[in-house]
């Protein structure tokens, strides 16, 4: 029988062995990441993904267009694990695509795109994403805007708009349009859609959403980095839509 002293130097060492697999694992993300040696007429960050250069231009003036670490989080996972996650010929849409990494990446692994994120963003997130995607997919992603919870069965009707993977970087932090956003991720998620969101804990609304969100999606942990302050999650449906339910939508 374990002797109290032995259990605490197991735990002791399971908690080191812990701490190292995320820091190593946060190194490898973070060096995917690259600056360009010379400065030009337009700044930009490059990222290194399926063996290709991207160039990502950030605007500061809009906190949208600001690549955060989740999104590159979301995008290692992706390349590193595409023989359980595949994403050739799978359709693809990416909430809150911000600066468009994961979009391009997706794009890149052989995906069907649709980028979307505020109308505010959409100039730089276009850029993005047909700069660093023109003649290396093979399909062209669509990029649109789209605002949380407005005009999702119009915009998106689910008789003929079924995604295979809905994917979303940082869409969960402080902001006021939490229950639009879950309003959104019920709407596009069918049933065997399947989620890969990447979330980095700031604060407790982050927490309630998860609980929220716990109630109408099964929700499965891929990753944890305490290094980084990030998760990445797997979700999927708990129930089938009912007639009554499409048709309140409808």
Known sequence: MKTQRSKAMEDSKAG???AAAD??????????????SLLGPVAWEGYIFSDLEIRIRESTD???AVLWPSAMVLC?????NRDKYNLTEKNVIELGAGTGLVSIVSSLLGAKVTSTDLPDVMGNLLYNVICNTKGRCKYTPVVTDLIWGQELEQRFPRATHYFDYILAADVVYAHPYLEELMETFDHLCQENTQILWAMRFRLD???SFVDRFRERFHLE??????SLSIKLYRAWRKNKRTKDQEEAVA
């Open 23 to 36: 820091a190593e694992l946060a190194k490898a993300i973070m060096a995917r990441r690259f600056y360009p």
């Open 76 to 80: 290692h996972f992706l390349e590193t």
């Open 62 to 64: 809009l906190y949208g």
């Open 205 to 207: 609304p982050e927490n």
């Open 16 to 18: 080191e062995e812990g």
């Open 221 to 226: 942990e891929l990753y944890d980095l305490p």
